[in-house]
């Protein structure tokens, strides 16, 4: 280590380039055109695609790392499935296949969850770790989503009673998972949008995988669901560790959102 210079550097300096830097990504955080819940594999999914259509996306995580169920593989196993035709988007963001049967691949869960989350970065999307969700925005006649609640995590999980920011986006995707979290709350505080969460019925991985592609999509004005989320929301089996579903839900997902608001351009929502 003879001779390294290190650039010196005090600790008020560091303070105020942390506060500084995070104050201007928030003021921009604020207003945004797209909101994911959750940086599990459909939500990193769906900010990818959304982020390279040139919207501005931000994913929201509770936790502080990406990734969500992958990092589990098949009961902790470091390995998922993926088949086809979700290999296409594996392959898109440089995941690593071994093909183990026609159209059956397997892929480690450290390299799914680092390419996924690297993809979406690239891509231009905006992953803050560390703050949950817990709420949405709303605006009547007509009944419609245009935002989300936030709060930090630890601050949530202190128990504290401390108000939280809005961040207002012109579609909120609910990616949260088996617990359908945004949609439960939105049933619960928005009767009018008459959202019924069903909860996710027992194991049959082929229909679940076709299902949950076919559930992703629009719940309300402003609103969408993919992922499991997705199936927690209609009733639809669990797959287990086979992740194309997620992968093809979170691009549908961000399809129907392009759409969507290119069509709205200029448009008040
Ligand atoms: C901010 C939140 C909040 C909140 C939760 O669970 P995930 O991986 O979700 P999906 O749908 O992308 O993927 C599901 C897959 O991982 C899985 O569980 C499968 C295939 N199961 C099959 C089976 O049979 O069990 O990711 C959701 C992410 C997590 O990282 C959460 O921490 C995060 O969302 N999250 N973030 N605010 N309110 N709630």
Redesign the pocket.
């Given at each position: 280590m003879d001779g390294l210079k290190l650039k010196e550097v005090d600790e008020a300096t560091i303070t105020r380039l942390i506060v500084k830097d995070a104050a201007d990504d928030w003021m921009g955080l604020a207003k945004v055109d797209v909101a994911v819940?959750?940086?599990?594999?459909?939500?990193l999914t769906a900010g990818m695609y959304l982020a390279k259509a040139g919207l501005k996306t931000v994913i929201?995580?509770?936790?502080l790392s990406t990734g969500?169920?992958?990092g589990g593989g098949g009961m902790l196993f470091h390995k998922l499935v993926v088949q086809s035709p979700a290999d296409r988007i594996a392959r898109a963001v440089g995941c690593g296949l071994k093909e183990v049967g026609e159209g059956l691949y397997t892929a480690d869960t450290s390299e799914m969850i680092a390419r996924l989350t690297t993809s979406a970065i690239d891509a231009g999307a905006k992953i803050i770790l560390g703050?949950?969700?817990?709420d949405l925005i709303y605006r009547k006649e007509p009944p419609r989503i245009t935002g989300v609640v936030i709060q930090w995590t630890p601050v949530i999980l202190s128990g504290l009673h401390v108000d939280p920011l809005g961040v207002e986006s012109r579609a909120v995707i609910d990616?949260?998972?088996?617990?359908a979290?945004?949609l439960t709350k939105a049933s619960k505080r928005i009767p009018e949008l008459k959202i019924h969460v069903k909860g996710e019925m027992s194991?049959w991985a082929r229909e679940a995988e076709r299902l949950i592609v076919e559930k992703t999509g629009e719940v309300c004005p402003g609103l969408y669901v993919a992922?499991?989320?997705a199936a927690t929301l209609h009733g639809t089996p669990?797959?287990?560790?086979i992740?194309g579903g997620?992968l093809l839900s979170g691009e549908k997902v961000a399809k129907l959102i392009i759409e969507r608001l290119e069509n709205r351009i200029g448009q008040d929502l």
């Open positions: 819940v959750g940086a599990g594999p459909s939500g929201f995580e509770r936790r969500g169920g992958i703050v949950s969700v817990n990616c949260t998972g088996h617990e979290e945004v194991m992922g499991m989320a669990r797959m287990g560790p992740f997620m």
